[in-house]
Every structure is written in structure tokens, then in C-alpha cells.
T-cell receptor
Framework: GAVVSQHPSWVICKSGTSVKIECRSL??????MFWYRQFPKQSLMLMAT?????????EQGVEKDKFLINHASLTLSTLTVTSAHPEDSSFYIC??????????FGQGTRLTVV | GQNIDQPTEMTATEGAIVQINCTYQ??????LFWYQQHAGEAPTFLSY??LDGLEEKGRFSSFLSRSKGYSYLLLKELQMKDSASYLC??????????WGAGTKLIIKP
């Protein structure tokens, strides 16, 4: 199955700064990648669908100007949390689909904004 | 609306069997997934059911009844390392995953 590498695994940043999270598909060309956010004891929430070579599709309620997604190649998507605030502290996970029957997840990034 | 229900927490004994239930309501249906998630880690794929019946994979089995909007994950010969959250997710007609909040499984010696 697909191997997905996400970096960094955890990051602490100051309020007002920006943080970039990378998601790489190591052995699979992914035209589409998905970004999720998970708050403690809650389910995964899809934030956006990242499309290679075009604009990302954001879910309702997710600010596209705050969560910048770039999918410049078939193996790399990045999520940049701009002007981060403490309420953005969460676990961010990317995933890619192999066919329509299995999703592979990155290791996740735990963001803490202080 | 679309909805997934699963118990918040379950406790079982090492070596025993546990069944985690999941009910779903989605706009269309393209399959039911189970994932395992250890604390602080990303989910890992366990099973996928799209047809009614039981799918067995080692110590883990997953069952689906589309008419009842119901699935369960069965874990046999429980080991301490099975302590984790188990996420149920249904895929709707647009191939979007609708996620449950997860069932935290606590294994006691």
C-alpha cells in the first residue's frame, strides 16, 4: 500500500506566526490528498481536498485564507496555518487514497500554539 | 443529515473477545471502514465492507448489514496492544468519508 510521510510530527509555535506542514506520498502518485483535523476526543474532520495543479476544495467553515494548501506535485501537498492562534492547536493529518477502497494516513502533526 | 454512532468507551479483558458496534446514516453508501488509532498517532486501516456479511482478517473481523445501517468490529484474543480508539467511517455517494467519534477500548489484564 501507499506510504505517506508527514512532517513535522509535532510543532510548537507562537501565536501570530505561520506553520507549514508537509505531506508526501513516497511510492504513489496522488492527484488528490486530503487534510483532516482532529481535536481531542473528537472525530476526524475533513478540512480540504488538495488537488494537484489546481486550487484546493475547502469544507464549509474552513477558512481558505487561513489554511493555505499547495499541491505542487503528484507527491507533495503542504498545509500552511497562517497567523496561528491557540484555538488552532490540534492534530492535523493528511491522507491519500489508493483506488476508492483504502486510505493511507500520514503520521499526523500535533500543533500547539502558545 | 449524515451521522455515525458508536460507543464512546468499552472495557474488556486480555484474551477475551469484544464487539464494537457502529450505526450509520448517510446519503448513499459506498462502504464502511474501520480504523485503529493509538493515542497521538494517525489512524491505521483495519477493514472495508461494502457487501453484507462478515469479513475475517486474523484476530479482527468486520460485519456489515446495509439494510440495518449497522456494522461491528470483532476483536478476538485481545492483547494489551489492542488498547486504542477504533474509528468507524462510512463513505457516502460522493465518496466522502463520514467519521464516527471513535470508541476507546481499554484492555485490562
Amino acid at each position: 500500500g501507499a506510504v505517506v510521510s508527514q512532517h513535522p510530527s509535532w510543532v510548537i509555535c507562537k501565536s501570530g506566526t505561520s506553520v507549514k506542514i508537509e505531506c508526501r506520498s513516497l511510492d504513489f502518485q496522488a492527484t488528490t490528498m486530503f487534510w483532516y483535523r482532529q481535536f481531542p476526543k473528537q472525530s476526524l474532520m475533513l478540512m480540504a481536498t488538495s488537488n494537484e495543479g489546481s486550487k484546493a476544495t475547502y469544507e464549509q467553515g474552513v477558512e481558505k485564507d487561513k489554511f493555505l494548501i499547495n499541491h505542487a506535485s503528484l507527491t507533495l501537498s503542504t498545509l500552511t496555518v497562517t497567523s496561528a492562534h491557540p484555538e488552532d492547536s490540534s492534530f492535523y493529518i493528511c491522507s491519500v487514497w489508493e483506488g476508492n477502497t483504502e486510505a493511507f494516513f500520514g503520521q499526523g502533526t500535533r500543533l500547539t500554539v502558545v | 443529515g449524515q451521522n455515525i454512532d458508536q460507543p464512546t468507551e468499552m472495557t474488556a479483558t486480555e484474551g477475551a473477545i469484544v464487539q464494537i458496534n457502529c450505526t450509520y446514516q448517510t446519503s448513499g453508501f459506498n462502504g464502511l471502514f474501520w480504523y485503529q488509532q493509538h493515542a497521538g498517532e494517525a489512524p491505521t486501516f483495519l477493514s472495508y465492507n461494502v457487501l453484507d456479511g462478515l469479513e475475517e482478517k486474523g484476530r479482527f473481523s468486520s460485519f456489515l448489514s446495509r439494510s440495518k445501517g449497522y456494522s461491528y468490529l470483532l476483536l478476538k484474543e485481545l492483547q494489551m496492544k489492542d488498547s486504542a480508539s477504533y474509528l468507524c467511517a462510512a463513505m457516502d455517494s460522493n465518496y466522502q468519508l463520514i467519521w464516527g467519534a471513535g470508541t476507546k477500548l481499554i484492555i485490562k489484564p
